[in-house]
């Protein structure tokens, strides 16, 4: 079994579901896939700081089923986890949502497997998972690459920490994710969740940068993550195109290594929304 944590609102569903998608499309191994989702309630925040819902998870288990009839997924609700961790914690504001939060639930959760590849909703797998997913990490805590833009400015081994090979048994034991969860609590952070982590970490392994790519897709990325990124022309801006704004990939980006899979995410996105509009529901 390959086990993936994936964490968010119900605004993360195009990511996970074009994230999956790249996933089962660039992988050859039979080895069936067991996606887990972290969600949570925190709409007294923001109105918008709503769960996954029970029509998402429904179609993200249809469309892996497709492709596997073992594959599968289950979300776990941590809402009440964290109102007794983070509320009203120096970093509930943190620079992207509370969900950035979340992951450091990891530990806290029985049911998640020795094994597990957290992964932020907005990245896409361009070669096949086994390649990351098979590293031995038996005595770290997690394997990370470098974070494109922190390895110079920062430190050359400075990791993003959107993409991490866990250990969850050394993790435990070295009680990395309880530490981060003390440091969220007790001091505003650059980058909060990511700022925990590292100054938490006993051990990590340094992944090379091709497993969590931030800024360019080479024939031998593995992971291409489609985070905020540094233009420099026609003037230096900043820009936070996601996969699923396929347009964008194609126009900004120039890509289209991933047309397959964003060919059938748009179709499937269709097929969803037309039943959403059967139930009457609004369709963004």
Known sequence: MINILYAGNDKVFDGMLTSALS???????????????????????????????????SFFEKVIKEYNQDNSVKIIDVTDLYKEEFANCP????????????????????????????????????????????????????????????????????????????????????????????????????????????????KKYVLPQRFNDQKFLHKWTVVRHFSKRLFWLPYPHTANIKQWHVDLVHTVFKYHQFDDILDEYLYLKKIYQKEQLKQGEKVI
């Open 23 to 57: 996933i089962l499309k660039r992988t050859k191994t039979k080895e069936p896939f067991c996606f887990y989702v972290f969600t949570m309630d925190v709409s007294h925040i923001k109105p918008e700081y709503l769960p996954i819902n029970e029509r998402q998870l």
């Open 91 to 202: 970093n509930e504001q943190a620079y992207c949502s509370p969900y950035t939060l979340i992951r450091l639930f990891a530990d806290k959760i029985d049911c998640i497997p020795q094994k597990i590849l957290y992964l932020d909703a907005d990245i896409m797998f361009n070669r096949d998972i086994t390649l990351l997913y098979n590293y031995d990490i038996e005595e770290y805590e997690y394997a990370a690459s470098p974070d494109h833009y922190g390895k110079y400015l920062i430190s050359p081994h400075y990791i993003n920490a959107g993409v991490l090979l866990l250990n969850m048994d050394m993790i435990r034991k070295t009680k990395l994710l309880e530490k981060a969860r003390q440091l969220i609590k007790q001091k505003k952070l650059v980058f909060a969740d990511q700022s925990a982590i590292i100054r938490s970490t006993t």
